[in-house]
T-cell receptor, first 113, second 112 residues
Framework: DAKTTQPTSMDCAEGRAANLPCNHS???????VYWYRQIHSQGPQYIIH???NNETNEMASLIITEDRKSSTLILPHATLRDTAVYYC??????????????FGEGTQLTVNP | DTAVSQTPKYLVTQMGNDKSIKCEQN?????MYWYKQDSKKFLKIMFS???????INETVPNRFSPKSPDKAHLNLHINSLELGDSAVYFC???????????FGPGTRLLVL
């Protein structure tokens, strides 16, 4: 799986948009970009994923650059409950039985009141 | 109902003991995992099972033995516990839709 690089930590004001960047310059054409987050003392939680096109769901938006070498997760109106470690993961789709997620160090997002 | 549940939530034990952690899911998913998150917060896969069959076995000591009595359960038995086994252990399932994994709340194991 392609290696990802994320900032160690970021701060955001409550109510503002949080933009979390991720570099994945060695991503292959068939590798997806996934985002998970881990709120303190909880299990990781799926947020969103994409291949080429930008994606949006009820939690966040995912913007993938045209060359696919980087992406940005956007939380449009961050709340205090969004404080968590955010993981960017890239991986290829395989037979589900052999699938695995390789977590990096992630970005600690702190939303401040 | 909790989708993926683990028991116990906390486990404090002495070195050399044998202990088990249980995981149950009510999502009907075929694939289940065990992950270990150490004190540095790195989350690493240990095992995966698909329909009661072992699929992934990372370089985990033989003291760790997963057991899947049925599709809804994946338990982790650990023999001869060591100090380095202290960590948070997460169970997870794989959804049908493209790599969405659902994690349990974690079991915090402390070996003294």
């Amino acid at each position: 799986d392609a290696k990802t690089t994320q900032p160690t930590s970021m701060d955001c004001a409550e109510g503002r948009a949080a933009n979390l960047p991720c570099n994945h310059s060695t991503i292959s054409g068939n590798e997806y970009v996934y985002w998970y987050r881990q709120i303190h003392s909880q299990g990781p939680q799926y947020i969103i994923h994409g291949l080429k096109n930008n994606e949006t769901n009820e939690m966040a938006s995912l913007i993938i650059t045209e060359d696919r070498k980087s992406s940005t997760l956007i939380l449009p109106h961050a709340t205090l409950r969004d404080t968590a470690v955010y993981y960017c993961i890239v991986r290829v789709e395989v037979e589900t039985s052999g699938s695995r997620l390789t977590f990096g160090e992630g970005t600690q997002l702190t939303v401040n009141p | 109902d909790t989708a993926v549940s683990q028991t116990p939530k906390y486990l404090v034990t002495q070195m050399g003991n044998d202990k088990s952690i249980k995981c149950e899911q009510n999502l009907g998913h075929d694939t289940m995992y065990w992950y270990k998150q150490d004190s540095k917060k790195f989350l690493k896969i240990m095992f995966s099972y698909n329909n009661k069959e072992l699929i992934i076995n990372e370089t985990v000591p033989n003291r760790f033995s997963p057991k899947s009595p049925d599709k809804a359960h994946l338990n982790l038995h650990i023999n001869s516990l060591e100090l380095g086994d202290s960590a948070v252990y997460f169970c997870a399932t794989l959804g049908d839709f493209q790599e969405t994994q659902y994690f349990g709340p974690g079991t915090r194991l402390l070996v003294l």
